[in-house]
């Protein structure tokens, strides 16, 4: 009979996606994980199979809490292109209040391993294909009701709009200026007009 765990498993995973989010993958070491953590290498054994199953349950708790706080703005009485201000505003605000500099864990996680882990490369590709279909909706739904007057293809005006969101999480791991970021949201906003 199994023994029942003596650690709260969302606790742990948090703690786990905030020292791979700080570090990295390959510079966070098996006993780096069991020294924060507060649990022993047999219970991340037993529980992830290993440090890269451990790894990829982060990066799953990472996307399915940024959709659910991108779902929570979807479901607003806001217009859509209000929703696409607010999305790229929300990115600029994350970037100004992240100290670190740690970006976004998906994207640091797609340059460090996507390459060379499938997994990874799968979650990336399919939170960009998720995250473009819905901007592409919010387009096309201001296209129809004229509050963006770009004609432009909508798959390729979300594209931007992702590939914007993308570039604002890259500029926050360096220097960095909330002036900087505003400017770089003003001209993708303008793009819309």
């Not at 709009?161 to 500029?171: C, D, S, V």
């Amino acid at each position: 009979m199994a023994r029942p765990k003596s650690f709260n498993q969302s606790e742990v995973l948090d703690k786990a996606l905030n020292l791979f989010w700080e570090q990295g993958y390959n510079a966070t070491s098996v006993q780096d994980l069991v020294d924060h953590l507060g649990i022993n290498r047999a219970s991340i054994y037993d529980t992830w199979g290993d440090k890269r199953g451990l790894y990829l349950e982060t990066l799953k708790v990472y996307r399915k809490k940024g959709a659910a706080n991108f779902l929570e703005r979807l479901r607003s009485n806001q217009s859509s292109k209000a929703i696409i201000r607010n999305f790229l505003k929300d990115v600029t605000a994350e970037a100004i209040e992240d100290t670190c500099n740690k970006g976004c864990f998906l994207s640091n996680s797609a340059s460090e391993l996507a390459n060379s882990d499938q997994n990874v490369f799968e979650l990336f590709s399919d939170n960009n294909a998720n995250m473009e279909a819905v901007l592409t909706e919010l387009v096309k739904e201001g296209q129809n009701n004229g509050s963006i007057t770009n004609t432009d293809a909508p798959e390729a005006l979300a594209r931007f709009i992702l590939n914007t969101a993308m570039g604002l999480r890259i500029m926050s791991k360096g220097r960095k200026s909330e002036k900087s970021l505003e400017e770089v949201v003003n001209i993708a906003l303008s793009v819309l007009d």
